[in-house]
């Protein structure tokens, strides 16, 4: 039986290499698939919802480790998913080169292969979103949160 540890959380490296690696796949499948659009019309479809699906997890994932950390920090959407000014500029551009890479990929097979289910494969780079604020989420340096003024 295998057992999943509850605490068990992804590492920097471990994200940043499962952007490396779904960013492969989602360009070799988008490529391959509009070079191959007869043979596997359907295969793009599979892969693109695979990785959207994986991507809305990693986002609401990210989603929930934000708001858990905004009770002490000062935490931001754009230096969550955008990483803007919270990761080494190594990192930042690893994930959000690799979420271009993602978009300009399938956006340019989909338009190669306009009225197929190409078409799908524009939806696969919610996948480097997700990924990118799992890591902004869990890794990103933010501020103390300000103390709220007793003023009122």
Same mark, same amino acid.
Request: glycine fraction near 10%.
């Given at each position: 039986?295998v057992r #999943?540890? =509850?605490?068990?959380? @992804? &590492?920097?490296?471990?994200?940043?290499?499962?952007?490396?690696?779904?960013? &492969?796949?989602?360009?070799?499948?988008?490529?391959?698939?509009? =070079?191959?659009?007869? *043979?596997? !019309?359907?295969? #793009?479809?599979?892969?693109?919802?695979?990785?959207?699906?994986v991507?809305?997890v990693? /986002?609401?994932?990210?989603l929930?480790?934000?708001?858990?950390?905004?009770? &002490?920090?000062?935490?931001?959407?754009?230096g969550?998913y955008l990483?803007?000014?919270?990761? @080494?500029?190594? #990192? *930042?551009?690893?994930?959000?080169g =690799?979420?271009?890479?993602q978009?300009?990929?399938? $956006?340019?097979?989909?338009?190669?292969?306009?009225? &197929? !289910?190409?078409?799908?494969? $524009?939806?696969? @780079?919610?996948f480097?979103?997700?990924?990118?604020?799992?890591?902004?989420?869990?890794?990103?340096? /933010?501020? @103390?949160?300000a103390?709220?003024?007793?003023?009122d």
């Amino acid at each position: 039986m295998v057992r #999943i540890d =509850a605490d068990a959380r @992804p &590492t920097s490296d471990q994200v940043v290499r499962a952007s490396d690696v779904g960013t &492969t796949v989602i360009v070799l499948a988008s490529v391959v698939a509009a =070079a191959f659009q007869e *043979q596997l !019309n359907s295969a #793009i479809v599979v892969v693109s919802v695979a990785f959207f699906a994986v991507g809305c997890v990693a /986002f609401l994932w990210a989603l929930l480790v934000a708001a858990e950390r905004s009770r &002490t920090d000062a935490l931001g959407m754009g230096g969550v998913y955008l990483l803007l000014g919270t990761a @080494p500029r190594s #990192i *930042q551009v690893r994930l959000l080169g =690799a979420l271009g890479v993602q978009i300009a990929v399938t $956006v340019a097979t989909a338009a190669a292969r306009p009225f &197929t !289910n190409q078409a799908f494969a $524009v939806l696969a @780079p919610m996948f480097g979103l997700g990924v990118t604020g799992l890591w902004g989420a869990r890794f990103g340096r /933010f501020g @103390p949160r300000a103390a709220p003024d007793d003023d009122d």
